[in-house]
């Protein structure tokens, strides 16, 4: 047996991430599963031909040779991070410069930077943690700190609506921050719940983090101005204490691997130098297919026009099988107010969620179940953990429509158990 070191060890260890991937990977192997469980985005004909079109213009000349012949710098494509520059100092009035920004392959690596270079050890003793304001969060965050012990979270507030529905909020009485809290991070809006922090939330955690001098990190994977998978009024918003994360993935790119990072100069100079280090340069071909939309702002109105309508569309009907599958069960759905997700709660449902996902699974429905998603959040017991699961609507109308009536079964079929006991 080859003997690996701690790190080495780390990736080979009980990860959730890795475990759920490879579940999930397996069931859609065996074939005939209805996958509502993965984080793919919409295959959207209107949006792939304008990719499609911009590819053909780089065949015609030599764009295409230069583009896969050439490393970029360890911040990514000039030309994309100028036009980032000028859309987003023209369209919010953002004041920022191309040290600014740095690219990654993928947005999910530029957690492992950022999560990395604010938590840890800080030397003579000082370990600090990234604090998670909302848990339930997003999975991917979990594993990506080196250092044990990366996150602090804390339970959300709940409030219920008559419709069956809820929506989660930072409870700010209970969040301590103090010298051993590196930086805030929230995913806006949030997978796996679909939440959008309210523009007060956000503003409060803003001045929190500037009050104790540490970044605000905002996952804005499916925010605005683009994908804009986002349902409510939410502005775009930097400053220089604030670090945005953006991506092309929910765009619906997500092979070309195209994280975005705008940023203080000083992160983005540490950036570079792990860039360099780990990648000599991030991949520029999605950089490449992004950069006229972005001149022309054929981006916006993509993620206003199409993007937007489209998952919101997606989530209104997914949202009303379910309303009608679950009827008779004591369940709640999380407001849709972004992201391709919809999170259920069953209250006092007397099976976990866990059990929910291996009876879904045996009926061939691939879910999500929710206790993967409390990064950093100590178990008390707390039953609502064990309550939820998350269910990805992205997929075709009718994969959505059966696998939402398989779910209405099983889940009727779980509380009708309590019910026989009594
Ligand atoms: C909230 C959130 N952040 C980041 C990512 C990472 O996306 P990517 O690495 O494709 O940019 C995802 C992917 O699902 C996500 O849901």
Redesign the pocket.
């Known amino acids: 047996m080859i003997e690996l070191s701690n790190f080495g060890r780390k990736f080979v260890g009980d990860i959730g991430i890795l475990h759920l991937m490879d579940d999930l990977g397996k069931a859609v192997a065996a074939g005939d599963s209805i996958m509502m469980g993965g984080?793919n985005p919409s295959q959207i004909p209107a949006v792939q031909s304008v990719f499609r079109d911009r590819m053909l213009r780089m065949l015609d000349g030599d764009e295409f040779e230069r583009v896969i012949g050439n490393y970029d710098g360890p911040a990514g494509s000039t030309a994309f991070r100028r036009e980032l520059v000028n859309f987003f100092c023209e369209e919010y009035g953002w004041k920022i410069s191309e040290r600014n920004i740095a690219f990654t392959n993928?947005?999910?690596?530029?957690?492992f930077f950022l999560f990395n270079m604010l938590s840890g050890e800080f030397g003579e003793g000082q370990h600090k943690r990234i604090l998670l304001p909302l848990a339930p969060e997003?999975i991917?965050y979990e594993d990506v700190g080196l250092s044990a012990d990366s996150f602090i979270s804390y339970k959300p507030q709940i409030r219920v609506s008559d419709d069956r529905t809820f929506k989660y909020f930072v409870d700010f009485d209970a969040l301590e921050i103090d010298e051993s809290v590196g930086a805030i991070c929230v995913?806006r809006p949030?997978?796996p719940t679909g939440n959008v922090l309210t523009e007060a939330e956000i503003s409060r955690l803003s001045a929190l983090a500037q009050q104790h001098n540490i970044p605000l990190i905002i996952?804005n994977?499916?925010g605005t101005p683009f994908p804009s998978i986002i349902f409510t009024d939410a502005e775009p918003r930097w400053e220089p204490h604030i670090i945005m994360?953006m991506?092309?993935?929910?765009l619906g790119l997500?092979g070309m691997?195209?994280?975005i990072v705008i940023a203080h100069e000083r992160i983005i100079e540490a950036m570079m130098g792990m860039s360099a280090v780990l990648t000599l340069a991030p991949g520029g071909f999605g950089a490449a297919l992004a950069v006229d939309a972005v001149r022309t702002r054929q981006i916006l109105d993509i993620s206003h026009n199409i993007v937007r309508p489209h998952y919101q569309q997606r989530s209104e009907y997914a949202q009303k099988l379910l309303h009608d599958a679950l009827a008779g069960t004591d369940y709640y759905i999380h407001k849709s107010e972004g992201?391709i997700f919809l999170w259920l709660w069953f209250k006092d449902m007397p099976i976990t969620s866990a059990e929910l996902y291996n009876r879904l699974k045996q009926r061939g429905v691939i879910v999500v179940p929710g206790h993967y998603f409390f990064p950093g959040l100590a178990d008390d017991g707390w039953r609502h953990r064990h309550e939820c699961i998350r269910l990805n609507y992205a997929g075709e109308s009718a994969e959505v429509a059966e696998g939402i009536r398989i779910i209405g079964e099983e889940v009727k079929k779980a509380y009708l158990q309590v019910k026989m006991r009594e």
Do not use: E, H, I, V
């Open positions: 984080g993928g947005s999910q690596s530029a957690f997003y991917g995913s949030t997978n996952d994977a499916y994360c991506s092309l993935s929910k997500p691997r195209t994280g992201a």
